[in-house]
């Protein structure tokens, strides 16, 4: 590894030799520092090097790949010890050596004054493992992409293998929060290992599932979507009015480079063609049963072009945040509307699967927001029988015993039901990689290789 940096000043490069000292970091040096780059900054990649603009002056800086690969890795988020970790993923070299390369670039940086200390988080948030968020970029406040899930193994693995995909790919000022919807509960050991391990924020929840009778007439459903709504109810009180929310699904994985400029700045979801089609519910009946969702908002007094999306939904914090959070209680009115809709229709359990999937698009539209319809296919959720993929995109491997055997992995012998109830870390991933078929597979089993190995230590389970 060579973490040099090179910087220059009026067209005279100033090359800087690495140095060997290590024991003035400036509050990088503990292991539960989170080093974070100064604002101002932006970057282009050049051949194998990530070049630095500032926002003034006229220095520039010329990192090489490892050099870059810590760079992007001082988010404010992650500590000495899972910026190490995600270097030992990703670079050859004993273990000695790359601390040593660590040590040496963060000196370099700070020398440089490009590194400023995160905040220190307080002592609630240091119990409840909520690290306060990083600082934001001059033109826009935290990208927060979001999760709401059950403290259990079928969420665990799937968090591991999103997480690291994302590995050194959020640029400052992102980050991940995890909403554990269990009633307040303290989360298990194993979750909590995997988000320290991956830098990653959590709170808790309510646990929407199990408190709530969603079928007041016969009783007894926990439909466990709900959490995705209480995910954001919980979100909206530690976000700010400029924050963007960006609300996805945990069977995902990023596949190839993340692409910032793709993301939206305001409210925005992804077109989703489940949601879009004539009748809802259509998709997942395989008959003439459904509701026409433009219908229904027509009926409640809506006026405008229904934009059909969701799945991956983006919203600000000032819309979360409004009239003391009226888009989160509609969100929740709209699922149950469907959910009942479907009831009336008589559909079978895995149709009423995918009922809170256009709730987000009615609320928000229902609340008059200004909503940019996403048609970029990184977000999309991808069409059945879907083999290739474009960089960047969001895989959404969602297909199981229920879908007939439609979408990514349509045609594996693996699927996400089969590790329902334990982890798929634990399972024989090296025979899946070996009969994966096509990139798209092959690239999600190489991911859950590197997941098992980061949380056990090595490639054995």
Same mark, same amino acid.
């Given at each position: $590894?060579?973490?040099?940096?090179?910087?220059?000043?009026?067209?005279?490069?100033?090359?800087?030799?690495?140095?060997?000292?290590?024991?003035?970091?400036?509050?990088?040096?503990?292991?539960?520092?989170?080093?974070?780059?100064?604002?101002?900054?932006?970057?282009?990649?050049?051949?194998?090097?990530?070049?630095?603009?500032?926002?003034?002056?006229?220095?520039?800086?010329?990192?090489?790949?490892?050099?870059?690969?810590?760079?992007?890795?001082?988010?404010?988020?992650?500590?000495?010890?899972?910026?190490?970790?995600?270097? @030992?993923?990703?670079?050859?070299?004993?273990?000695?050596?790359?601390?040593?390369?660590?040590?040496?670039?963060?000196?370099?940086?700070?020398?440089?004054?490009?590194?400023?200390?995160?905040?220190?988080?307080?002592?609630?948030a240091a119990q409840s493992g909520v690290i306060t968020a990083p600082r934001r970029d001059a033109d826009r406040g935290r990208v927060r992409i979001v999760h709401g899930i059950e403290d259990r193994p079928y969420f665990h693995w799937q968090l591991a293998i999103m997480f690291e995909s994302l590995m050194g790919q959020l640029p400052a000022g992102w980050d991940i929060q995890v909403v554990v919807c269990n009633n307040h509960e303290p989360i298990s050991e194993?979750?909590?290992?995997?988000?320290?391990?991956?830098?990653?924020?959590?709170?808790?929840?309510?646990?929407?599932?199990?408190?709530?009778?969603?079928?007041?007439?016969?009783?007894?459903? @926990?439909?466990?979507? $709900?959490?995705?709504?209480?995910?954001?109810?919980?979100?909206?009180?530690?976000?700010?009015?400029?924050?963007?929310?960006?609300? $996805?699904d945990t069977d995902i994985f990023l596949y190839g480079d993340l692409q910032a400029p793709l993301f939206?700045?305001?409210?925005?979801?992804?077109?989703?063609?489940?949601?879009?089609?004539?009748r809802f519910f259509h998709f997942s009946t395989r008959d003439s049963r459904g509701l026409s969702l433009p219908k229904l908002l027509d009926a409640l007094g809506f006026e405008g072009?229904?934009?059909?999306?969701?799945?991956?939904?983006?919203?600000?914090?000032?819309?979360?945040?409004a009239d003391d959070g009226k888009l989160v209680k509609d969100c929740f009115r709209f699922l149950q509307i469907l959910y009942l809709s479907g009831k009336l229709l008589k559909l079978p359990p895995s149709g009423m699967w995918v009922a809170e999937m256009a709730c987000f698009a009615m609320a928000m539209q229902f609340n008059k927001l200004d909503v940019e319809l996403l048609d970029t296919e990184q977000f999309a959720v991808q069409?059945?029988?879907?083999?290739t993929l474009a960089d960047g995109s969001f895989c959404h491997y969602y297909?199981?015993?229920?879908?007939?055997?439609?979408?990514?992995?349509?045609?594996?012998?693996?699927?996400?039901?089969?590790?329902?109830?334990?982890?798929?870390?634990?399972?024989?991933?090296?025979?899946?990689r070996k009969i994966a078929e096509g990139p798209v597979e092959r690239r999600f089993m190489e991911l859950a290789l590197n997941a098992r190995s980061r949380i056990f230590g090595s490639d054995d389970a």
């Open positions: $590894m060579d973490t040099a940096a090179d910087s220059s000043a009026d067209d005279e490069p100033r090359a800087l030799a690495r140095s060997d000292r290590t024991d003035s970091l400036t509050n990088s040096s503990h292991p539960q520092a989170r080093p974070l780059q100064k604002a101002g900054f932006t970057s282009y990649s050049v051949s194998d090097e990530l070049v630095l603009l500032p926002g003034a002056g006229e220095t520039v800086y010329a990192l090489n790949s490892t050099g870059a690969a810590i760079w992007r890795l001082c988010d404010g988020n992650h500590t000495l010890e899972t910026i190490f970790s995600a270097l @030992r993923q990703q670079f050859s070299g004993d273990d000695l050596q790359i601390m040593s390369d660590l040590s040496a670039a963060l000196f370099q940086f700070r020398e440089l004054d490009l590194l400023e200390p995160a905040p220190p988080s307080d002592s609630h194993a979750l909590q290992n995997i988000l320290n391990l991956y830098g990653v924020q959590h709170h808790t929840g309510a646990s929407p599932g199990d408190n709530h009778d969603i079928d007041f007439a016969d009783g007894g459903d @926990r439909y466990v979507p $709900m959490n995705r709504v209480e995910a954001l109810n919980v979100i909206r009180h530690h976000t700010a009015p400029d924050d963007l929310v960006c609300l $996805m939206p700045k305001g409210n925005a979801l992804a077109a989703n063609w489940i949601i879009g089609q004539e072009d229904f934009k059909a999306g969701g799945v991956n939904v983006f919203v600000t914090g000032e819309a979360l945040q069409e059945p029988a879907a083999d297909t199981d015993r229920n879908d007939g055997a439609v979408g990514p992995f349509s045609n594996s012998q693996w699927h996400k039901q089969l590790f329902a109830e334990q982890s798929f870390l634990d399972a024989d991933i090296e025979s899946f």
